[in-house]
């Protein structure tokens, strides 16, 4: 994988995560509203940051599409802070993907970028992984 197909990847997924953490926002109780919109906010300052480094990289920026599937359905509370952990692993994939293709500079913002996803996944999670990102083999 190039870096900027690893970068329209990355791009994909915080599209998604935007677009995953209104519905979080919705759904979520009170006492983490401000912890979903901080999210919200994280997510489409990288999205935007991630648009200007594919653009950099000589590609054009993939498009927001204008709704996405959920893995399930969230019609509580409960769903909504599964859905937000969900939503942060997704991104850390895609950016661990980002860390092995590139180097230099876009390399040490992927990893800062993975590093805040797996933390925001065991703040809703409570709990962590070994390897962020990374996915489990059996």
């Known amino acids: 994988m190039s870096a900027l197909e690893a970068a329209q990847a990355v791009l994909a997924a915080e599209h998604a995560a935007v677009y995953g953490y209104g519905v979080v926002g919705a759904r979520v109780g009170a006492a983490r509203r401000a912890e979903a919109g901080a999210g919200h906010a994280a997510h489409r300052a990288r999205r935007d940051a991630t648009a200007r480094t594919v653009r950099d990289l000589g590609g054009a920026p993939a498009v927001s599409a204008p709704a996405y599937a959920l893995p399930f359905p969230v ?37 800062a970028a993975l590093r805040e996803a797996a933390v925001r996944a065991v703040r809703w999670r409570g709990s962590g992984v070994a390897f962020p990102g990374l996915a489990e083999r059996p």
């Open 75 to 111: 019609a509580d509370e409960d769903a909504a802070v599964r859905l937000a952990a969900v939503l942060e692993d997704r991104v850390a994939g895609a950016y661990a993907d980002l860390v092995r293709a590139s180097g230099g500079v876009l390399r040490r913002d992927a990893a």
